[in-house]
Every structure is written in C-alpha cells, then in structure tokens.
C-alpha cells in the first residue's frame, strides 16, 4: 500500500557557520537563491506534493523565520521552537514528533532545494514508500 505524506518536517534551526558572512545577520533558509528564500523552495515543494502541514523548526533567528512563514497559506505552518537549545536533526526530528504523527512523514533541509523535472520528486519519494517494510 502507498502512502503519500501529508505531513512533513522543514529542518531550519541550524547556524548557518559555513555561510558567513551572510548568515552573521539572517538565519540560512532565508538565505534567497533565484529570487526565493531556500525555506520557500523547499515549502512550496511540499505544497506542490500535497502537503498540508509542515512543521519548521528554529533556533538562530527564530523570530525571522516565524515572520517569514506567518503570510504563507500552504502548507500550514507549525513551528518547532528550539532556541533554547539546539537539539540538531534527530533531537529536532524527535521533538516535534507530537505534531508529525505517527503516519509516514517527509523530512527536508531548510538549506537544499531542488527543480522538478517532469512528476514531482516528493511524489516519486511517495510512491516508493513500501508500508509492509516497516
């Protein structure tokens, strides 16, 4: 059986070491490439896949991203705030648990994106979802 996500999470609460200068004063996935943040590269991906919530974690400059996604309509926006304390990805991943659910789930990098190319990569991802592997 085939599942396709409806949930996902966006890992965005990293520090951004590798791109200073220019992450001395934004945080990375608002970093823009091509005229787009790379947080929204990889928001409207998801929203394209059908997505319908995404689940962003913070922590460097967590109230730019909390600004930067409050205007977007899809996917719906639930942030994961860390910026006590930095958990990297799996403690992220772990945190925000409660709000991913126990269905299949996408996990992104804020700071990679992609161009589609013919079907949607996240839909592909999708369809080779085995469940009876699990």
């Not at 001395?24 to 319908?52: E, F, Q």
């Not at 789930?105 to 990569?121: E, M, Q, R, S, V």
């Amino acid at each position: 059986m085939t599942a396709r996500p409806d949930t996902a999470i966006v890992l965005a609460a990293g520090l951004g070491k590798r791109m200073r200068p220019i992450t001395d004063t934004i945080p990375k996935p608002l970093v823009r490439i091509a005229g787009k943040t790379l947080l929204d590269w990889s928001l409207d991906s998801l929203a394209a896949a059908g997505v319908s919530k995404a689940v962003v974690n913070v922590h460097y400059f967590p109230e730019q991203i909390v600004a930067h996604v409050a205007a977007r309509r899809a996917p719906r926006i639930v942030i994961s705030d860390e910026s006590e304390q930095l958990l990297d990805s799996a403690g992220g991943i772990v945190k925000a648990l409660p709000e991913l659910g126990e269905q299949p789930f996408y996990i992104l990098n804020a700071d990679t994106f992609w161009i589609d190319d013919g079907p949607l990569n996240l839909q592909r991802l999708a369809l080779a979802w085995d469940a009876a592997k699990m």
